[in-house]
């Protein structure tokens, strides 16, 4: 089940109908508040946050979520293309953006890739727990990889993401060992060559 949060009745009709068309059932939460509700109760598979809401917005609602649900993938819907506000969700706990206005086959190919994603690390949780390694915190950081045209450093996934150098070190370490991550090296004027990641 998607849990549709979105004040806008005309756009989060339009989100239904593009969810059903994919074969994928269906909450609605009219407020961010509502939305929160609703995801204690019904459990989803994924949740879609619109930004712009009244009372609690898409980060206000995100940060809520995340307290009672440290691994569902959230979506967020917004016109707003600035990089500084897509870090502030990251770091709040959103793993994937779409904008607006919403396009049928984006959206579809996301909510699949993260579907796709969540349910790979859900599979994986018990062999990871004996290895330290935290379900969430390794979906946050494949999923924002995911997101990027460019292998990233330890030193920029690490601004970008609520998640210390070290602990960013030791999970890349551990997706290179799998296969999942590639390491570049990457040649400036002077010192040692510095790795930059990117998902395989």
């Known amino acids: 089940m998607i849990l549709i949060v979105e004040d806008n009745p005309d756009i989060r009709f339009t989100i239904k109908e ?3 068309f994919a074969d994928w059932k269906v ?3 009219a407020t961010g508040k509502q939305g929160v ?3 204690k ?3 989803p598979e994924l949740i879609l946050v619109d930004y712009h809401m009244p009372d609690w917005d898409g980060l206000k609602t995100t940060k809520e979520i ?3 649900n440290d691994s569902v993938p959230i979506i967020v819907l917004t016109v707003d293309e600035r990089q500084e506000i897509a870090d502030r969700f990251h770091q709040a706990g959103a793993t994937d953006f779409a904008l607006k206005p919403i396009k049928a086959p984006d959206l579809i190919s996301r909510i699949r890739l993260n579907l796709k994603i ?3 690390t859900k599979e994986e949780n018990e062999v990871f727990v004996d290895k330290g ?3 969430s915190t390794r979906q946050t950081i494949k999923s924002y990889l995911l997101q990027q045209n460019k292998p990233l450093s330890i030193t920029e996934i690490e601004q970008a993401l609520p998640i210390s150098y070290q602990t960013v070190h030791r999970y890349l370490n551990h997706m290179a060992e799998k296969g999942e991550v590639e390491v570049i090296s990457m040649y400036g004027t002077k ?5 930059a990641y990117r998902v395989m």
């Open 66 to 68: 995340r307290k009672i």
């Open 191 to 195: 010192g040692r060559p510095k790795n």
């Open 27 to 29: 909450a609605e939460a």
């Open 118 to 120: 969540s349910k790979i």
């Open 41 to 43: 109760k019904l459990n």
């Open 18 to 20: 593009i969810c059903e």
């Open 37 to 39: 509700e609703l995801s």
């Open 133 to 135: 390694i935290n379900t």
